[in-house]
């Protein structure tokens, strides 16, 4: 799931600088879709998230429950 979300940014910043962009209203769910990725990824794994610098989670741990390990799944699954 990580590694997914890592290439999908990589590929973003790459196609950042193309001189062939497509207009910003095509590119928006797209964009709004990684945004909520990484903001979950962020969410469930805070320690992740602060090693890359995202300081929102600072205040909390990841959950390691059998029912927050089937939520994810159950996510992972989805996308």
């Not at 590119?27 to 610098?53: C, I, K, M, T, V």
Request: glycine share 2%.
């Amino acid at each position: 799931m990580r590694s997914g979300v890592l290439a999908l940014m990589i590929a973003m910043l790459m196609f950042k600088n193309s001189p062939a962009q497509q207009p910003q209203s095509d590119s928006s769910p797209l964009h709004a879709l990684f945004a909520a990725e990484w903001d979950y990824d962020s969410q469930q794994a805070p320690e992740s998230a602060s090693e890359r610098g995202d300081r929102r989670w600072n205040d909390r741990w990841s959950d390691r429950t059998l029912a927050a390990i089937a939520q994810r799944h159950q996510h992972s699954r989805m996308c």
